[in-house]
Protein backbone atom coordinates (compact mmCIF):
# COMPACT_ATOMS: atom_id res chain seq x y z
CA UNK A 1 0.00 0.00 0.00
CA UNK A 2 1.09 3.75 -1.09
CA UNK A 3 1.58 5.91 2.07
CA UNK A 4 -0.95 8.10 1.51
CA UNK A 5 -3.62 5.30 1.36
CA UNK A 6 -1.62 4.46 4.63
CA UNK A 7 -2.02 7.40 5.97
CA UNK A 8 -5.83 8.15 4.94
CA UNK A 9 -6.22 4.38 6.43
CA UNK A 10 -4.63 4.89 9.64
CA UNK A 11 -6.36 8.15 10.40
CA UNK A 12 -9.93 7.28 9.49
CA UNK A 13 -9.36 4.03 12.49
CA UNK A 14 -7.88 6.59 15.15
CA UNK A 15 -11.09 8.88 13.93
CA UNK A 16 -13.65 6.20 13.97
CA UNK A 17 -12.53 4.13 16.91
CA UNK A 18 -12.74 7.42 19.26
CA UNK A 19 -15.86 7.95 17.78
CA UNK A 20 -17.23 4.62 18.29
CA UNK A 21 -16.07 4.69 21.60
CA UNK A 22 -17.62 7.73 22.58
CA UNK A 23 -21.38 6.79 20.94
CA UNK A 24 -20.86 3.49 22.87
CA UNK A 25 -20.88 4.52 26.08
CA UNK A 26 -24.27 6.90 25.43
CA UNK A 27 -26.47 4.67 23.03
CA UNK A 28 -27.80 1.61 22.95
CA UNK A 29 -26.47 0.49 27.16
CA UNK A 30 -28.64 -1.01 30.21
CA UNK A 31 -29.09 1.17 33.28
CA UNK A 32 -26.77 -1.02 34.85
CA UNK A 33 -23.99 -3.19 34.51
CA UNK A 34 -25.46 -6.40 35.71
CA UNK A 35 -29.49 -8.02 34.35
CA UNK A 36 -31.67 -7.15 36.73
CA UNK A 37 -33.32 -10.62 38.36
CA UNK A 38 -36.82 -10.53 37.42
CA UNK A 39 -39.18 -9.47 40.43
CA UNK A 40 -42.63 -10.97 40.93
CA UNK A 41 -44.09 -9.10 43.51
CA UNK A 42 -47.83 -8.59 43.89
CA UNK A 43 -48.43 -12.41 42.28
CA UNK A 44 -51.43 -14.15 44.45
CA UNK A 45 -49.53 -17.47 42.96
CA UNK A 46 -46.65 -19.17 45.15
CA UNK A 47 -44.51 -21.34 43.35
CA UNK A 48 -43.93 -24.17 46.54
CA UNK A 49 -40.46 -25.42 45.66
CA UNK A 50 -38.83 -21.88 45.10
CA UNK A 51 -40.55 -21.02 48.27
CA UNK A 52 -38.62 -24.25 50.16
CA UNK A 53 -35.54 -22.44 48.97
CA UNK A 54 -35.93 -18.72 49.89
CA UNK A 55 -35.22 -17.72 53.31
CA UNK A 56 -38.32 -18.40 54.67
CA UNK A 57 -38.18 -21.48 53.04
CA UNK A 58 -40.32 -24.32 55.39
CA UNK A 59 -41.96 -22.09 57.25
CA UNK A 60 -45.68 -22.85 57.52
CA UNK A 61 -48.10 -20.78 55.68
CA UNK A 62 -50.10 -19.51 58.42
CA UNK A 63 -47.43 -18.02 60.40
CA UNK A 64 -47.69 -14.87 58.10
CA UNK A 65 -51.05 -15.59 56.72
CA UNK A 66 -52.56 -15.91 60.24
CA UNK A 67 -55.89 -14.92 59.22
CA UNK A 68 -56.67 -17.59 57.15
CA UNK A 69 -58.63 -20.67 57.97
CA UNK A 70 -57.53 -23.30 55.47
CA UNK A 71 -60.83 -24.04 53.49
CA UNK A 72 -61.65 -20.39 52.96
CA UNK A 73 -60.34 -19.15 49.83
CA UNK A 74 -59.66 -15.61 49.43
CA UNK A 75 -61.98 -13.36 47.80
CA UNK A 76 -61.48 -13.52 43.86
CA UNK A 77 -62.37 -9.83 44.13
CA UNK A 78 -59.03 -9.43 45.13
CA UNK A 79 -57.15 -10.75 42.99
CA UNK A 80 -56.92 -7.79 40.76
CA UNK A 81 -55.40 -5.97 43.28
CA UNK A 82 -51.74 -6.45 43.85
CA UNK A 83 -51.24 -9.22 46.82
CA UNK A 84 -48.13 -7.29 48.47
CA UNK A 85 -51.13 -4.18 48.57
CA UNK A 86 -53.78 -6.85 50.29
CA UNK A 87 -51.33 -8.49 52.63
CA UNK A 88 -51.03 -6.82 56.20
CA UNK A 89 -47.18 -6.62 56.91
CA UNK A 90 -47.94 -6.52 60.86
CA UNK A 91 -47.11 -10.50 60.73
CA UNK A 92 -43.78 -9.31 59.77
CA UNK A 93 -43.08 -7.45 63.47
CA UNK A 94 -43.80 -11.24 65.05
CA UNK A 95 -40.05 -12.69 64.13
CA UNK A 96 -38.43 -9.14 62.99
CA UNK A 97 -39.55 -6.63 65.90
CA UNK A 98 -36.61 -4.46 65.55
CA UNK A 99 -37.32 -3.90 61.73
CA UNK A 100 -40.81 -3.20 62.33
CA UNK A 101 -39.72 -0.40 64.84
CA UNK A 102 -37.06 1.08 62.85
CA UNK A 103 -39.71 1.28 59.94
CA UNK A 104 -41.80 3.44 62.07
CA UNK A 105 -39.36 5.32 62.51
CA UNK A 106 -38.36 6.62 59.02
CA UNK A 107 -40.11 8.24 56.46
CA UNK A 108 -41.76 6.00 54.71
CA UNK A 109 -43.97 4.83 57.54
CA UNK A 110 -44.58 8.70 58.05
CA UNK A 111 -46.01 9.64 54.52
CA UNK A 112 -48.05 6.18 55.02
CA UNK A 113 -49.63 7.88 58.55
CA UNK A 114 -50.36 11.21 56.36
CA UNK A 115 -47.91 13.06 58.77
CA UNK A 116 -45.67 14.15 55.99
CA UNK A 117 -47.17 14.65 52.15
CA UNK A 118 -45.57 13.17 49.72
CA UNK A 119 -45.17 13.85 46.00
CA UNK A 120 -44.26 10.63 44.45
CA UNK A 121 -47.50 9.06 42.66
CA UNK A 122 -47.16 5.59 44.59
CA UNK A 123 -48.38 5.02 48.25
CA UNK A 124 -45.48 4.45 50.30
CA UNK A 125 -44.04 1.21 50.52
CA UNK A 126 -44.01 -1.48 53.30
CA UNK A 127 -41.86 -5.05 54.07
CA UNK A 128 -43.71 -6.64 51.13
CA UNK A 129 -42.45 -4.12 48.24
CA UNK A 130 -38.81 -3.81 49.38
CA UNK A 131 -38.26 -8.21 50.53
CA UNK A 132 -40.14 -10.42 48.39
CA UNK A 133 -41.10 -12.54 51.51
CA UNK A 134 -41.78 -16.05 49.52
CA UNK A 135 -38.26 -16.32 47.84
CA UNK A 136 -35.49 -14.09 48.97
CA UNK A 137 -32.46 -15.94 48.87
CA UNK A 138 -29.33 -14.57 50.94
CA UNK A 139 -27.75 -11.94 48.33
CA UNK A 140 -24.55 -10.44 47.65
CA UNK A 141 -23.48 -7.65 48.69
CA UNK A 142 -23.25 -6.41 44.70
CA UNK A 143 -26.83 -7.96 44.48
CA UNK A 144 -27.93 -5.87 47.60
CA UNK A 145 -26.53 -2.88 45.79
CA UNK A 146 -28.70 -4.65 42.71
CA UNK A 147 -31.26 -4.54 44.31
CA UNK A 148 -31.45 -1.16 45.93
CA UNK A 149 -31.29 0.13 42.55
CA UNK A 150 -34.08 -1.62 41.13
CA UNK A 151 -36.64 -1.10 44.25
CA UNK A 152 -36.11 2.39 44.92
CA UNK A 153 -35.34 3.38 41.74
CA UNK A 154 -39.25 2.47 40.86
CA UNK A 155 -40.76 5.50 43.00
CA UNK A 156 -37.36 7.76 42.88
CA UNK A 157 -36.34 7.45 39.36
CA UNK A 158 -34.26 10.61 38.84
CA UNK A 159 -32.63 10.41 42.10
CA UNK A 160 -31.65 6.49 40.65
CA UNK A 161 -30.45 8.40 37.84
CA UNK A 162 -28.47 11.11 39.75
CA UNK A 163 -26.62 8.17 41.71
CA UNK A 164 -25.84 6.51 38.62
CA UNK A 165 -23.99 9.45 37.27
CA UNK A 166 -21.93 10.16 40.68
CA UNK A 167 -18.75 8.51 41.36
CA UNK A 168 -20.22 6.20 44.33
CA UNK A 169 -23.16 5.39 41.61
CA UNK A 170 -20.73 4.20 38.68
CA UNK A 171 -18.13 2.10 40.86
CA UNK A 172 -20.75 0.68 42.61
CA UNK A 173 -23.62 -0.23 40.11
CA UNK A 174 -21.65 -0.10 36.83
CA UNK A 175 -18.03 -1.40 38.08
CA UNK A 176 -18.68 -3.81 40.82
CA UNK A 177 -16.93 -2.12 43.40
CA UNK A 178 -19.13 -3.24 46.22
CA UNK A 179 -17.14 -0.74 48.94
CA UNK A 180 -18.93 2.00 47.39
CA UNK A 181 -22.38 3.23 48.70
CA UNK A 182 -26.01 2.49 47.71
CA UNK A 183 -29.26 3.71 48.28
CA UNK A 184 -29.28 2.51 52.08
CA UNK A 185 -25.92 2.94 52.82
CA UNK A 186 -26.91 6.94 52.95
CA UNK A 187 -30.54 7.09 53.87
CA UNK A 188 -31.23 3.88 55.65
CA UNK A 189 -32.97 0.40 54.77
CA UNK A 190 -35.63 0.25 57.84
CA UNK A 191 -35.31 3.89 59.48
CA UNK A 192 -35.30 5.51 56.00
CA UNK A 193 -34.62 9.34 56.39
CA UNK A 194 -34.11 11.91 53.60
CA UNK A 195 -31.26 14.21 54.68
CA UNK A 196 -32.28 17.37 54.49
CA UNK A 197 -30.64 17.85 57.46
CA UNK A 198 -26.97 18.57 57.44
CA UNK A 199 -26.45 18.00 61.03
CA UNK A 200 -28.03 14.18 60.63
CA UNK A 201 -26.38 13.95 56.72
CA UNK A 202 -22.57 14.65 57.68
CA UNK A 203 -23.20 11.99 60.68
CA UNK A 204 -24.14 9.29 57.28
CA UNK A 205 -20.82 10.62 55.63
CA UNK A 206 -18.63 10.07 58.46
CA UNK A 207 -19.34 6.30 58.26
CA UNK A 208 -16.82 5.99 55.07
CA UNK A 209 -15.14 9.61 55.25
CA UNK A 210 -14.65 10.11 59.05
CA UNK A 211 -13.05 13.49 58.65
CA UNK A 212 -16.16 14.79 56.89
CA UNK A 213 -17.24 18.29 58.34
CA UNK A 214 -20.87 19.60 57.54
CA UNK A 215 -19.25 21.85 54.67
CA UNK A 216 -19.07 18.31 52.56
CA UNK A 217 -22.70 17.90 53.02
CA UNK A 218 -22.94 20.76 50.73
CA UNK A 219 -22.19 18.05 47.81
CA UNK A 220 -24.90 16.97 45.98
CA UNK A 221 -24.92 13.37 45.15
CA UNK A 222 -28.06 13.42 43.19
CA UNK A 223 -26.85 16.93 41.28
CA UNK A 224 -29.22 17.82 39.07
CA UNK A 225 -27.69 20.39 36.21
CA UNK A 226 -30.54 22.61 34.95
CA UNK A 227 -31.47 25.67 34.37
CA UNK A 228 -34.78 25.89 35.06
CA UNK A 229 -34.65 24.12 38.45
CA UNK A 230 -38.13 24.07 40.87
CA UNK A 231 -38.19 27.18 42.20
CA UNK A 232 -38.88 25.48 45.67
CA UNK A 233 -36.41 22.91 44.91
CA UNK A 234 -33.89 22.48 47.96
CA UNK A 235 -31.07 23.10 45.42
CA UNK A 236 -32.36 25.69 43.03
CA UNK A 237 -29.43 27.65 43.23
CA UNK A 238 -26.32 24.93 43.14
CA UNK A 239 -28.50 23.48 39.90
CA UNK A 240 -28.56 27.00 37.96
CA UNK A 241 -24.99 26.95 38.93
CA UNK A 242 -23.94 23.95 37.82
CA UNK A 243 -25.53 24.00 34.56
CA UNK A 244 -23.60 27.14 34.00
CA UNK A 245 -20.37 25.65 35.05
CA UNK A 246 -21.43 22.68 32.73
CA UNK A 247 -22.30 24.83 29.72
CA UNK A 248 -18.90 26.42 30.10
CA UNK A 249 -16.88 23.72 29.65
CA UNK A 250 -19.13 22.08 26.97
CA UNK A 251 -18.61 24.72 24.95
CA UNK A 252 -14.93 24.70 25.42
CA UNK A 253 -14.33 21.26 24.58
CA UNK A 254 -16.87 21.33 21.87
CA UNK A 255 -15.25 24.58 19.76
CA UNK A 256 -11.90 23.14 20.49
CA UNK A 257 -12.24 19.71 19.12
CA UNK A 258 -14.38 21.26 16.20
CA UNK A 259 -12.06 23.59 15.07
CA UNK A 260 -8.57 21.68 15.40
CA UNK A 261 -10.47 18.41 13.73
CA UNK A 262 -11.47 20.81 10.99
CA UNK A 263 -7.95 21.79 11.04
CA UNK A 264 -6.47 18.30 10.92
CA UNK A 265 -9.24 17.29 8.39
CA UNK A 266 -8.33 20.18 6.02
CA UNK A 267 -4.46 19.03 6.72
CA UNK A 268 -5.04 15.67 5.85
CA UNK A 269 -6.99 16.50 2.49
CA UNK A 270 -3.81 18.96 1.62
CA UNK A 271 -1.10 17.00 2.21
CA UNK A 272 -2.70 13.99 0.24
CA UNK A 273 -3.40 16.26 -2.35
CA UNK A 274 0.36 16.88 -2.17
CA UNK A 275 1.60 13.32 -2.18
CA UNK A 276 -0.37 12.22 -5.14
CA UNK A 277 0.43 15.00 -7.59
CA UNK A 278 4.27 14.05 -7.06
CA UNK A 279 3.87 10.47 -8.26
CA UNK B 1 17.11 10.27 4.66
CA UNK B 2 20.84 8.70 4.25
CA UNK B 3 23.14 7.87 7.23
CA UNK B 4 25.71 10.63 6.49
CA UNK B 5 23.34 12.90 6.55
CA UNK B 6 23.36 16.41 8.56
CA UNK B 7 21.28 16.28 11.70
CA UNK B 8 21.21 19.05 14.03
CA UNK B 9 19.35 18.73 17.63
CA UNK B 10 15.91 20.08 18.55
CA UNK B 11 15.05 18.79 21.73
CA UNK B 12 17.98 17.94 24.68
CA UNK B 13 17.52 14.88 26.88
CA UNK B 14 15.68 16.88 29.57
CA UNK B 15 12.77 17.67 27.18
CA UNK B 16 13.05 14.46 26.35
CA UNK B 17 12.75 12.57 29.42
CA UNK B 18 9.96 15.14 30.67
CA UNK B 19 8.04 13.97 27.42
CA UNK B 20 8.34 10.49 28.25
CA UNK B 21 6.95 11.14 31.60
CA UNK B 22 3.78 13.02 30.22
CA UNK B 23 3.00 10.36 27.86
CA UNK B 24 3.24 7.59 30.01
CA UNK B 25 1.40 9.43 33.23
CA UNK B 26 -1.05 10.54 30.58
CA UNK B 27 -1.82 7.35 29.17
CA UNK B 28 -2.15 5.25 32.45
CA UNK B 29 -4.56 8.38 34.00
CA UNK B 30 -6.46 8.85 30.93
CA UNK B 31 -7.37 5.23 30.79
CA UNK B 32 -7.88 4.83 34.35
CA UNK B 33 -10.57 7.68 34.56
CA UNK B 34 -12.19 7.11 31.29
CA UNK B 35 -13.00 3.42 32.14
CA UNK B 36 -14.98 5.10 34.95
CA UNK B 37 -16.33 8.03 33.33
CA UNK B 38 -17.57 5.66 30.88
CA UNK B 39 -18.35 2.81 33.08
CA UNK B 40 -21.66 1.34 31.40
CA UNK B 41 -19.59 0.65 28.11
CA UNK B 42 -17.94 -3.04 27.69
CA UNK B 43 -14.48 -1.69 27.00
CA UNK B 44 -14.33 -0.23 30.57
CA UNK B 45 -15.73 -2.82 32.18
CA UNK B 46 -12.85 -4.97 30.62
CA UNK B 47 -10.62 -2.43 31.08
CA UNK B 48 -11.04 -1.81 34.69
CA UNK B 49 -11.15 -5.72 35.20
CA UNK B 50 -7.34 -5.61 33.87
CA UNK B 51 -6.44 -2.74 36.48
CA UNK B 52 -7.28 -4.78 39.04
CA UNK B 53 -10.89 -3.33 39.75
CA UNK B 54 -11.76 0.15 40.68
CA UNK B 55 -9.10 -0.05 44.02
CA UNK B 56 -6.21 -0.76 41.07
CA UNK B 57 -7.41 1.31 38.88
CA UNK B 58 -8.21 4.14 41.30
CA UNK B 59 -4.10 3.61 42.71
CA UNK B 60 -2.88 3.62 38.68
CA UNK B 61 -4.58 7.10 38.32
CA UNK B 62 -3.48 9.07 41.56
CA UNK B 63 0.23 7.21 40.51
CA UNK B 64 -0.02 8.91 37.00
CA UNK B 65 -1.46 12.39 39.02
CA UNK B 66 1.90 12.17 40.75
CA UNK B 67 3.84 11.70 38.09
CA UNK B 68 2.16 14.29 36.43
CA UNK B 69 2.62 16.93 39.72
CA UNK B 70 6.66 15.74 39.45
CA UNK B 71 7.27 16.93 35.93
CA UNK B 72 5.73 20.14 36.30
CA UNK B 73 7.75 20.53 39.49
CA UNK B 74 10.73 19.58 37.34
CA UNK B 75 9.35 21.86 34.17
CA UNK B 76 9.45 25.23 36.73
CA UNK B 77 12.65 25.17 37.44
CA UNK B 78 13.98 23.87 34.21
CA UNK B 79 12.02 27.29 32.83
CA UNK B 80 14.56 29.20 35.77
CA UNK B 81 17.56 27.78 34.65
CA UNK B 82 16.40 28.52 31.03
CA UNK B 83 16.08 31.91 31.72
CA UNK B 84 18.93 32.79 33.42
CA UNK B 85 21.00 31.01 30.72
CA UNK B 86 19.02 31.90 27.78
CA UNK B 87 20.97 35.10 25.82
CA UNK B 88 18.60 37.80 25.22
CA UNK B 89 14.78 37.86 25.96
CA UNK B 90 12.27 35.30 25.94
CA UNK B 91 10.34 37.39 23.67
CA UNK B 92 12.36 37.49 20.92
CA UNK B 93 13.94 35.14 18.75
CA UNK B 94 12.95 31.60 18.97
CA UNK B 95 10.75 31.27 21.55
CA UNK B 96 7.62 29.26 22.75
CA UNK B 97 5.77 32.44 23.70
CA UNK B 98 2.55 33.21 21.54
CA UNK B 99 2.97 36.06 19.29
CA UNK B 100 1.19 38.01 16.65
CA UNK B 101 2.48 35.95 13.96
CA UNK B 102 1.19 33.11 15.46
CA UNK B 103 -2.40 34.02 14.36
CA UNK B 104 -0.93 34.91 10.92
CA UNK B 105 0.54 31.22 10.54
CA UNK B 106 -2.23 29.96 10.92
CA UNK B 107 -4.56 32.03 8.59
CA UNK B 108 -1.66 31.29 6.24
CA UNK B 109 -1.73 27.63 6.73
CA UNK B 110 -5.61 27.32 6.43
CA UNK B 111 -5.27 29.06 3.13
CA UNK B 112 -2.56 26.76 2.28
CA UNK B 113 -4.86 23.42 3.00
CA UNK B 114 -7.28 25.27 0.51
CA UNK B 115 -5.04 25.63 -2.10
CA UNK B 116 -4.89 29.61 -1.82
CA UNK B 117 -1.36 30.03 -1.26
CA UNK B 118 1.76 28.50 -0.96
CA UNK B 119 2.65 26.59 2.37
CA UNK B 120 3.94 29.38 5.40
CA UNK B 121 7.29 28.99 6.67
CA UNK B 122 7.85 28.39 10.35
CA UNK B 123 9.92 29.73 12.93
CA UNK B 124 11.50 27.15 15.39
CA UNK B 125 7.87 26.80 17.21
CA UNK B 126 4.83 26.43 14.87
CA UNK B 127 1.75 27.85 16.30
CA UNK B 128 0.36 24.42 16.92
CA UNK B 129 3.19 22.80 18.96
CA UNK B 130 2.59 26.24 21.08
CA UNK B 131 -0.77 25.72 21.24
CA UNK B 132 -0.49 21.86 22.45
CA UNK B 133 2.60 23.05 25.14
CA UNK B 134 0.38 25.74 26.51
CA UNK B 135 -3.01 23.12 25.91
CA UNK B 136 -0.73 21.01 28.75
CA UNK B 137 -0.64 24.11 30.94
CA UNK B 138 -4.03 24.37 31.19
CA UNK B 139 -5.36 21.24 31.63
CA UNK B 140 -2.94 20.60 34.23
CA UNK B 141 -4.24 23.15 36.01
CA UNK B 142 -7.70 22.58 35.90
CA UNK B 143 -7.76 18.75 35.53
CA UNK B 144 -4.95 19.10 38.65
CA UNK B 145 -7.03 21.62 40.61
CA UNK B 146 -9.94 19.81 40.57
CA UNK B 147 -8.55 16.56 40.95
CA UNK B 148 -7.08 17.21 44.29
CA UNK B 149 -10.42 18.46 45.28
CA UNK B 150 -12.01 14.62 44.51
CA UNK B 151 -8.74 12.91 45.62
CA UNK B 152 -9.20 14.89 49.02
CA UNK B 153 -12.69 16.16 49.40
CA UNK B 154 -12.58 15.95 53.35
CA UNK B 155 -9.78 18.28 53.56
CA UNK B 156 -11.17 20.67 50.46
CA UNK B 157 -14.36 21.33 52.18
CA UNK B 158 -12.79 22.29 55.03
CA UNK B 159 -12.31 25.62 52.99
CA UNK B 160 -15.07 25.31 50.53
CA UNK B 161 -18.54 24.53 49.94
CA UNK B 162 -19.66 21.45 49.38
CA UNK B 163 -20.95 22.11 45.62
CA UNK B 164 -17.50 22.39 44.85
CA UNK B 165 -16.80 18.76 44.52
CA UNK B 166 -18.98 18.93 42.36
CA UNK B 167 -17.85 21.70 40.29
CA UNK B 168 -14.64 20.06 40.54
CA UNK B 169 -16.31 16.41 39.32
CA UNK B 170 -17.59 18.19 35.82
CA UNK B 171 -14.53 20.27 35.38
CA UNK B 172 -12.20 17.26 35.55
CA UNK B 173 -14.36 15.16 33.59
CA UNK B 174 -15.04 17.43 30.94
CA UNK B 175 -11.16 18.81 30.55
CA UNK B 176 -10.42 15.27 30.36
CA UNK B 177 -12.19 14.31 27.79
CA UNK B 178 -11.14 17.91 25.66
CA UNK B 179 -7.29 16.50 26.42
CA UNK B 180 -7.76 12.86 25.71
CA UNK B 181 -9.89 13.52 22.28
CA UNK B 182 -7.41 16.22 21.55
CA UNK B 183 -4.18 14.36 22.02
CA UNK B 184 -5.26 11.27 20.25
CA UNK B 185 -6.79 12.84 17.02
CA UNK B 186 -4.86 16.19 16.57
CA UNK B 187 -1.68 15.59 18.14
CA UNK B 188 -1.36 12.53 17.11
CA UNK B 189 -1.39 13.27 13.13
CA UNK B 190 0.33 17.00 13.80
CA UNK B 191 3.41 15.21 15.24
CA UNK B 192 3.06 11.85 13.49
CA UNK B 193 0.19 10.94 11.29
CA UNK B 194 0.44 13.60 8.74
CA UNK B 195 1.68 12.53 5.06
CA UNK B 196 5.30 14.57 5.95
CA UNK B 197 6.28 12.70 8.28
CA UNK B 198 3.95 9.35 8.41
CA UNK B 199 3.98 7.08 9.90
CA UNK B 200 6.83 8.18 13.55
CA UNK B 201 8.36 11.27 13.68
CA UNK B 202 11.40 9.70 16.12
CA UNK B 203 12.97 13.42 16.91
CA UNK B 204 11.07 13.16 20.03
CA UNK B 205 12.55 10.16 21.32
CA UNK B 206 16.45 10.71 19.51
CA UNK B 207 16.23 14.92 20.03
CA UNK B 208 17.24 15.07 16.77
CA UNK B 209 16.08 16.34 13.28
CA UNK B 210 17.62 16.37 9.29
CA UNK B 211 18.54 19.27 7.49
CA UNK B 212 15.92 18.34 4.66
CA UNK B 213 13.24 18.48 7.47
CA UNK B 214 15.06 21.23 9.52
CA UNK B 215 15.02 22.96 6.08
CA UNK B 216 11.25 21.80 5.69
CA UNK B 217 9.28 22.34 8.82
CA UNK B 218 11.23 25.32 10.32
CA UNK B 219 12.20 27.17 7.33
CA UNK B 220 12.72 30.24 9.75
CA UNK B 221 15.12 28.49 12.26
CA UNK B 222 17.18 27.29 9.03
CA UNK B 223 17.52 30.79 7.86
CA UNK B 224 18.51 32.22 11.37
CA UNK B 225 21.15 29.57 11.71
CA UNK B 226 22.74 30.47 8.19
CA UNK B 227 23.52 33.83 9.46
CA UNK B 228 24.76 32.92 12.49
CA UNK B 229 27.62 30.18 12.41
CA UNK B 230 27.91 29.92 16.03
CA UNK B 231 24.07 28.47 16.43
CA UNK B 232 24.69 26.45 13.58
CA UNK B 233 27.62 24.90 14.60
CA UNK B 234 26.22 24.34 18.66
CA UNK B 235 23.00 22.75 17.18
CA UNK B 236 24.50 20.60 14.57
CA UNK B 237 25.06 16.85 15.87
CA UNK B 238 28.56 15.81 16.19
Known amino acids: MKRPALVWCLTTAVVIVAAAMVLMTRCGQPISGRPSQEREFGSWYVEVQRYNQGVHGGMDCSLCHTGIDSDEHPDPENLSESATDVFDFQACASCHPQEYEYYHRGVHAEVLSGTVQSEIEYPAPTCGHCHDPHYRQVLSRLQVIDAQVDICGQCHPSELETYLENYHGKTAVDLDHADSASCADCHGSHQVVALDQPEIAVQVCRKCHPDATENMVGYLIHAEETLSPDADASHARESVLLFLVQLFFVVLTVSVLVFFYGHTFLWLLRGLHEKLRRR | ?238
Open chain 2, 1 to 238: MSETATHYWRLNLFHRFIHVLVMVSFAGAALSGMALKFGTAAWARLAMQLMGGVPGAALLHRLCAMVIAFYCFLHFIYIVYYIARRKGSIFRGPSMIPRPQDIVDLWQHLMYFLGRRPRPQFDRFTYWEKFDYFAVFWGVLMIGLSGLVLWFPELATRFLPGVAINIAQIMHSDEALLAVGFILVVHMFNTHLRAEKFPIDMSIFTGKVSEEELKKEHALEWEAMQEDPALMEEARVK
